[in-house]
């Protein structure tokens, strides 16, 4: 069989590899057909029949995105026919649809809004069939919030929840007119096995799912005098948020972010990163006494560790590996650290009582917002994250509050807890964690530098779903001379099918690692639940350069190196990482979950 | 329910863990238990090792699986156009009032529940309906009363 | 019964008196002369899509794989049909001869019959046919086992693809095509499904050859077919008759003196008013003229005391709810074509309104995935053209 398909399309001549699809080679040619069922990350559902077209010789259309080129196939994408059938289409979700656009949250963000614009649909044509019962908003979970009556059923959610995450809290259920979107026996949110990832959201067309929104309570708290309002903000949102204020995919924009919540009112804008270089410390030194316990001591311990910064990974092991929670190390994340510190350690540093202050966190996340309700959280005496809020959230504030945000001159973070060193940037891509840990870790066993050129550990980076390393540790500082010889294996998996992978083999007991590192949403936080849609691979490749090039611009590249991070074991965290306060305020506990 | 998960294990056992599995036992369990309960579902995820809203989008798709609770004979009367033509609401009414229930509803008792379904493949023999498996056609309102009349003394 | 009115007993006669006679005849013949027959004989698939089952054959055939499937789709649920069901009661062992030989050419091992569950009272003494089956099986060397799948009230899973979707467990939706069942079918390995009817049918191929068979019928319709006829007749039942017949010649032997209109092949087909009783032939596509309409042998017959409006209010009730729900025009399509003749019979919306919904199933036809969708147009059309008062007031 011929491996090159040669076909054309409105004309235009094209040659394509056998398997791909009509949809691809039109965009190979700059021929642009619509979709709404379809994306990039996801299986193929053909199931809107948006992109349909015509080719010579079929009695019906067919489904772009569904269909093989073949040979000598003449495709046409924009003969009265297609246009008067796709116009009907679109005419018809919309008559399915909720169209309160005015209110809709992903209003002027909505694929089916954009559809029914382009092609100046006719709100009349169709009676509305939207049923009433569909109108009642899930609101139960912290995370997320599902509205049925803004759902295409395109089913990307449900790819989304079974083939990037191996979740499946949601199912297509029923058939004909009653087939919806459903969790099992159409629970609220907050009782299935959600993991709170948010890829639902970022994969959906439409405002059927979306994020729970806090902002109105910040702006509150903003506007209360008595209340200090102090914000951190996670790597990637720097990396992303420009797409929601007029800049393309990649575009750091840091300084001016932090301008904006100056601006918009925020008391302090601190930096997440902070208390990423202070998870480092204790995760490497947790990670170190694990292996010291299980070689020198020759004790049971949990190895390999896995990290736990990202709370969708984090319910998942809670939901699908109650029984593996002991390989999860107990630094809090960097979030939650931040919580407890802000209401401890700042709180005392500033003057200012825990009370009023009001921690807020501008995260990549949707399950970041579960996370700061988690009732464990509270370690500060206080709820230590009052909330937590997404990279599109604090883009809406920022468009709310009227900023011209591409005109800000650039700020610095405040002190203190605003300094932070490249190592905690990189925590926003895959292997960032590894790879800042092992710079870290590597250092202090044999007081060098890991050996990759410019500390830059490429094996951990880039999309690939699990990636490995090994690196072999010698010439160790007398105290770490149990890991003489010893070749430490590190694996990286992003994306929660992946992670399954990785726990599969920790519970065949054939994980050869000793530390792994897992982030719930595919390329890690830069690809969260809460950063701007949409999110594809292209997009995400954009943010992680820009995650790179900060960390290779930053001067301290080192957690361990971070001055302000010295200096609150110096002041605060007096008996060291892993130590009694350490303990208290930035380790926790985990809680088995049903996996059914 | 032990008695659920006890039932779930042994059809397990019959048909294999493998998903082909989950319309066979989904069936074996409505015909025992008169619908598939939450409880049954969720055993069967642990079973099949997959998850409750992937079984739950399964059962509701087929209209012979029942996910709220029935009664222990489902009587399901055909409402597709020849059994329509034929005095379909007839036969409706008919069982409506010998069962002082409405279309859609479950006799207080338990015994009986009342479907619309569609059609059963019996149109030169219409009206036609289900109990449980059982067909019954060329159905008259005094042909119903006798059935039901059977039906009421059965256990 | 006139001329063109011919029962033919094909499918439902006498067994042969030896058990597999027939099947035991293609054992020795080669599998490209057994594929060879099928096509000069023109059989098409009797479930009313109409291919060429000696083609679906050879192309399950042609693809290498250690793993093939023979599916016998048994889930007839087309309203007004209930021939599949006469044939697994009546003549059992001829389709499973058919499954057999076609398990011998394709090569496959393993083959099921997806049973409606409104049938699953025939579920034990089908048990008994297989079990004698697999020991002719065994007798003649055929390496393949036979299986019953019930379904579980579900029309859509007739289509072939999302029969083999509700066989492995997913829920019964029909799958994207390419690639077809042939090439990757039942757990992505070749696969032929074919109706019940067509079963029988190919095995009397192999029985009389395909000279034989094609002098039954017309041009592009060889054979006989069995028609369940329904509705306002006073001969409801099954007939086994040859392809062909004229509508009116049916009509004169089946009708009750005053039939308006013949639903031809059930809710997914077309509706003939009597004005065209002369010039409609049933058959795929012959060359004769007039109208041909293809079948999978549903007849329902009106006569002038019923409402079409309340005919096709009760098919896009019964579409609305057996689409599956995942394509668009079929999920809300239905939805609006029967909310939009009530609002026209309401007056809420103008008369002119049927003609959007017509457009409206000529969208449908076009554009949804699977023949469920396409073919609800048909008797939509077919109602509302020639009928349109009748919608109105």
């Known amino acids: 069989m011929e491996n090159i398909i040669s076909l054309t399309i409105n004309g235009i001549d094209v040659s394509v590899d056998r398997g791909t699809s009509i949809l691809e080679a039109a965009k190979k040619i700059n021929i642009r057909i619509p979709t709404l069922c379809y994306h990039e990350d996801l299986c193929v559902a053909g199931n809107c029949r948006v992109c349909v077209v015509e080719a010579e010789g079929y009695r019906t259309l067919i489904a772009s995105c569904a269909t093989p080129c073949e040979q000598g196939m003449k495709i046409k994408t924009n003969t009265p026919k297609v246009r008067n059938a796709r116009r009907d289409l679109i005419a018809l979700l919309v008559s399915e649809h909720n169209t309160q656009c005015t209110t809709c949250y992903r209003s002027t963000n909505c694929e089916l809004q954009a559809l029914a614009s382009e092609y100046n649909i006719d709100n009349d044509i169709y009676m509305s069939i939207l049923k009433p019962e569909h109108l009642r908003i899930d609101k139960s979970s912290w995370s997320i919030e599902k509205d049925d009556s803004k759902c295409v059923r395109c089913q990307r959610c449900v790819r989304t929840c079974s083939e990037l995450q191996h979740v499946n809290a949601i199912t297509v259920a029923h058939k004909g007119k009653d087939m919806k979107i459903s969790t099992f026996m159409d629970l609220p949110m907050n009782e299935v096995v959600c993991v709170n990832c948010g890829q639902c959201v970022i994969h959906c067309p439409t405002g059927a799912l979306t994020e729970r929104r806090y902002y109105d309570d910040i702006w509150n708290a903003i506007g209360d005098e008595k209340k200090k309002v102090i914000i951190n903000t996670a790597p990637s949102v720097r990396v992303a948020i420009g797409e929601m204020l007029g800049y393309g995919p990649g575009a750091s924009v840091t300084g001016k972010m932090v301008s904006a919540l100056k601006q918009i009112g925020f008391n302090m804008v601190l930096d997440t990163n902070y208390t990423a270089d202070l998870t480092i410390i204790e995760e490497g030194n947790e990670l170190l006494m694990r292996l010291k316990k299980a070689l020198v001591n020759k004790e049971e311990v949990a190895l390999p560790m896995i990290t736990s910064c990202s709370p969708g990974w984090v319910k998942f092991i809670e939901h699908m590996y109650p029984d593996k929670l002991a390989h999860l190390s107990t630094c809090k994340s960097p979030q939650q650290m931040f919580g407890a510190l802000s209401k401890t350690y700042l709180a005392e540093k500033m003057g200012i009582e825990p009370e009023n202050i009001v921690s807020v966190a501008a995260m990549p996340c949707a399950a970041k917002k579960f996370e700061a309700n988690r009732p464990e959280m509270k370690s500060s005496g206080y709820q230590d994250i009052d909330a937590g809020l997404t990279t599109r959230e604090i883009g809406h504030m920022i468009k709310q509050a009227g900023v011209d945000f591409k005109e800000l001159i650039d700020s610095d973070f405040d002190s203190l807890m605003g300094d932070s060193t490249g190592a905690a940037v990189i925590f926003g891509a895959t292997g960032g964690v590894m790879e800042a840990a092992l710079r870290t870790a590597y250092e202090i066993i044999t007081g060098r530098d890991v050996p990759f050129e410019k500390l830059n550990i490429t094996p951990v980076r880039g999309l690939e779903g699990i990636k490995e390393a090994g690196i072999l540790i010698d010439n160790c500082l007398p105290e770490w001379n149990f890991l003489e010889g010893v070749e430490l294996k590190v694996a990286v998996a992003h994306g929660l099918k992946n992670a399954r992978i990785i726990m599969e083999q920790i519970e065949a007991g054939t994980s050869p690692y000793h530390f792994i590192e897992v982030m719930a949403c595919p390329g890690g936080c830069i690809g969260g639940g809460g950063q701007p849609i949409p999110t594809n691979d292209d997009v995400r490749k954009k943010r992680i350069k820009a995650i790179y090039d900060e960390d290779a611009g930053k001067p301290i590249r080192k957690s361990h190196e971070n001055p302000e991070i010295k200096k609150i074991y110096e002041e605060f965290l007096v008996d060291g990482p892993l130590g009694h306060m350490s303990h208290k305020l930035l380790h926790t506990h985990y809680t088995k979950r049903n996996r059914y | ?155 | 019964m006139s001329d063109r009115l011919k029962r033919v007993d094909v499918i439902l006669g006498n067994y042969h008196p030896e058990k597999y006679k027939i099947l035991a005849g293609a054992m020795e013949r080669p599998n490209k002369d057994i594929i060879q027959d099928l096509i000069d004989s023109g059989l098409k698939g009797r479930g009313g899509a109409g291919f060429l089952t000696g083609l679906k054959w050879k192309f399950a055939a042609q693809v290498p794989s250690e793993e093939k499937y023979v599916i016998c789709n048994a889930d007839e649920g087309e309203p007004g049909t209930f021939k599949d069901r006469e044939i697994l009661t009546k003549v059992p062992r001829k389709v499973l001869s058919g499954m057999g030989i076609c398990a011998k050419v394709i090569g496959a091992k393993k083959g099921y019959i997806y049973l409606r569950g409104e049938y699953k009272f025939l579920v034990a003494q089908l048990n008994d046919q297989i079990d004698e089956f697999h020991t002719y099986c065994d007798k003649l060397g055929l390496d393949f086992r036979v299986e019953i799948f019930l379904g579980s009230g579900a029309y859509v899973c007739g289509e072939e693809t999302a029969l083999l979707n509700s066989i492995e467990g997913k829920r019964g939706e029909p799958r994207n095509k390419p690639p077809f069942p042939t090439n990757e079918g039942l757990f992505g390995k070749p696969t032929v499904v074919n109706n019940v009817e067509t079963l029988v049918s190919a095995m009397m191929v192999c029985k009389i050859g395909p000279d034989q068979f094609k002098k039954l019928g017309i041009q592009d319709s060889h054979g006989s077919k069995l028609f369940s006829v329904s509705g306002d007749t006073p001969r409801a039942g099954i007939y086994d008759l040859e392809f062909g017949l004229s509508l009116e010649e049916f009509v004169k032997e089946f009708g009750d003196g005053d039939t308006k209109a013949v639903q031809v092949g059930g809710a997914s087909g077309f509706c003939v008013p009597r004005k065209k009783f002369s010039q409609t032939t049933i058959g795929y596509k012959a060359g004769l003229d007039g109208d041909n309409l293809p079948t999978g042998g549903s007849m329902m017959l009106f006569n002038s005391s019923r409402s079409m409006y309340h005919v096709l209010e009760n098919y896009l009730e019964f579409f609305e709810e057996e689409s599956c729900g995942q394509c668009t025009p079929c999920r809300i399509g239905c939805q609006q074509l029967k909310k939009g003749i009530d609002a026209v019979k309401r007056g809420i919306r103008p008369p002119e309104y049927l003609d959007q919904l017509l457009k409206l199933t000529e969208t449908m036809k076009i554009t949804a995935k699977c023949g469920l969708g396409q073919s609800v147009a048909n008797s939509f059309s077919s109602i509302v053209e020639n009928f349109r008062e009748e919608m109105i007031y």
């Not at chain 2, 998850?51 to 609770?69: L, M, N, R």
């Not at chain 2, 498996?133 to 009421?152: G, H, M, N």
Request: neutral net charge; glycine residues 4%.
């Open chain 2, 1 to 155: 329910m032990p008695h659920t998960k006890e039932l779930v294990e042994k059809l397990v056992d019959t048909y294999g863990r493998s998903r082909e599995s989950m319309l066979p036992i989904l069936q074996d369990i409505q015909r025992t238990e008169h619908y598939v309960s939450d409880d049954a579902m969720v055993e069967i995820a642990k079973q099949l090792d997959i998850s409750t809203a992937d079984v739950y989008g399964k059962a509701t798709f087929y209209s012979f699986i029942d996910t709220v609770p029935r009664g222990k004979y489902v009587i399901r009367v055909c409402k597709t156009i020849v059994c329509e033509m034929h005095n379909k609401s007839g036969i409706i009414e008919t069982l409506e009032n010998l069962l002082k229930i409405k279309i859609g509803e479950t006799t207080l008792n338990r015994k009986f529940s009342l479907l619309y379904t569609n059609c059963l493949g019996w149109c030169h023999m219409g009206p036609a309906m289900l109990i449980n498996d059982e067909v019954f056609t060329d159905l008259t309102p005094e042909r119903v009363r006798e059935i039901i009349a059977i039906y009421k003394n059965k256990n």
